[in-house]
């Protein structure tokens, strides 16, 4: 049983009327107690399997960021420690079977081979996070090492995709391959964090997202396996990317002025949106990538909080981003909750809470995503990821959570 911490409202540093207080301390208790006790679950092999809630099996990058704000608990308490050691073990076996799946069965089996960068990019920069905060290097065994060094291989494959890539899937273009792209220094993609299809291969915030990570695994390398080799190469990879992204990433958009485009092709095309899936725009500061108060990030977060942005909706009880995964008028809690922990602004932290609060329908849980002008109309009953980021914000506003101090300084 994990012992939530209780009270937000004094804590938090906000300003909202008692009512709204107790509710948010209701959806936390709930959140951060019930999101690992029911989604997490020790198996025989020693490893940890974390549903996603609702669908039964784990997603890669859904399963990273359920546990991620335990890590502070698991410093004292060896039995959370156990816990997400196994998460790292079980990840590790599930890339070897399939560098291209996103979401495995609790048996092992690949329940759906979406290539997705961020979910071989989730796994490392949690071990990453967990590593740094516990100093606990028994998670980087040799079956981890191996994994990780089947991602950056992956990656530098996906690089140059038209020459040297198999992989295929239906729901692209051109007979599963993907629409044409030019070389770029990215990483090419082929389904958004939402599991929808790209319209344009190199996704801008899952590309910063990498050149992040690969930093991550850069010092893994370094401190822990001492592989200078596959240091070099993830340094390499991570300086690559950012180029390609600072090159081909970016576009003037009256009037908010140089912002950076969600997808682009390095042929001048790019889309020109935001998604509420993390890694997003909106979500920069929050992985690293850059400061809350970079002039470009601001341009871009103004877009992103505009109706220019088509998956910004406003409505009666909330406004926030949604997705083209759900309905129109669909604001998503986890997009709420990433523009909280990445605002400078108090009164705006103030209203998304307020937002937060209004989407509870009394069963005291963050759902995938809700009508802003009814929030009893919903998607999924039971999504432990939006869970998981309402207790990591709340700690984070306590300043008792493990988590990127927002600097945006990418190592």
């Known amino acids: 049983m994990v012992a939530a911490v209780p009270v937000l409202a004094g804590e938090a540093g906000l300003t909202l009327s008692p009512t709204l207080n107790a509710k948010l301390d209701r959806l936390y208790l709930t959140a951060y107690d019930e999101t690992i006790q029911r989604h997490a679950s020790a198996?025989?092999?020693?490893?940890?399997?974390?549903?996603?809630?609702?669908?039964e099996a784990e997603w890669l990058r859904d399963?990273?960021?359920?546990?991620?704000?335990?890590?502070?608990?698991?410093?004292?308490?060896?039995?959370?420690?156990?816990?997400?050691?196994?998460?790292?073990?079980?990840q590790?076996?599930?890339?070897?079977?399939?560098?291209?799946?996103n979401a495995f069965s609790r048996d092992y089996k690949v329940v759906e081979r979406k290539f997705e960068v961020d979910s071989l990019l989730y796994p490392i920069w949690f071990a990453y996070d967990y590593y740094k905060q516990t100093g606990d290097r028994s998670i980087f065994t040799p079956q981890v090492h191996r994994a990780f060094q089947r991602v950056l291989d992956t990656l530098r494959v996906e690089q140059h995709h038209a020459q040297r890539s198999h992989y295929t899937n239906p729901q692209l273009a051109n007979g599963g391959h993907g629409s044409p792209v030019k070389y770029t220094g990215m990483v090419w993609d082929a389904f958004r964090p939402s599991d929808d299809p790209v319209r344009y291969h190199y996704n801008i915030p899952v590309n910063m997202f990498a050149s992040v990570v690969m930093r991550d695994l850069t010092t893994i390398s370094e401190h822990v396996w001492n592989d200078k080799r596959m240091a070099e190469d993830a340094w390499g990879l991570s300086v690559e990317i950012q180029r390609g992204i600072e090159q081909y990433g970016t576009l003037n958009l009256k009037p908010f002025g140089r912002i950076y485009a969600y997808e682009v092709d390095?042929?001048?095309?790019?889309?020109?949106?935001?998604d509420a899936n993390v890694p997003s725009l909106l979500s920069i500061p929050y992985f690293g990538y850059l400061p809350k108060t970079s002039s470009l990030y601001q341009a871009t977060r103004k877009?992103?909080?505009?109706?220019?942005n088509p998956y910004f909706f406003t409505g009666?009880?909330?406004?926030?981003?949604?997705?083209?995964?759900?309905?129109?008028?669909?604001?998503?809690p986890l997009a709420l909750c990433v523009q909280a922990l990445t605002s400078t602004n108090d009164a705006e932290v103030d209203r998304v809470f307020g937002?937060?609060?209004?989407?509870?329908?009394?069963?005291?849980?963050?759902?995938?995503?809700f009508n802003a002008n009814w929030p009893e109309a919903y998607t999924r009953q039971d999504f432990a990821w939006p869970?998981?980021?309402?207790?990591?914000?709340?700690?984070?506003?306590?300043?008792?959570?493990?988590?990127?101090?927002?600097?945006?300084?990418?190592?």
């Open 43 to 55: 198996q025989r092999d020693g490893t940890t399997y974390v549903s996603t809630g609702d669908i």
């Open 63 to 90: 399963a990273s960021a359920t546990v991620r704000p335990y890590i502070g608990l698991s410093v004292h308490d060896g039995e959370m420690a156990n816990t997400l050691r196994g998460v790292v073990a079980r």
């Open 92 to 101: 590790a076996s599930y890339i070897m079977i399939d560098p291209y799946a």
């Open 266 to 274: 390095g042929l001048g095309h790019a889309n020109v949106m935001d």
């Open 303 to 308: 877009f992103v909080l505009s109706p220019r």
């Open 316 to 332: 009666k009880y909330a406004q926030g981003v949604g997705s083209p995964h759900t309905p129109k008028g669909y604001v998503w």
């Open 355 to 369: 937002y937060i609060a209004a989407s509870d329908v009394g069963d005291h849980r963050l759902h995938e995503s």
């Open 387 to 411: 869970n998981a980021m309402y207790a990591e914000l709340v700690l984070a506003r306590r300043g008792e959570t493990y988590a990127q101090d927002f600097s945006g300084k990418v190592r």
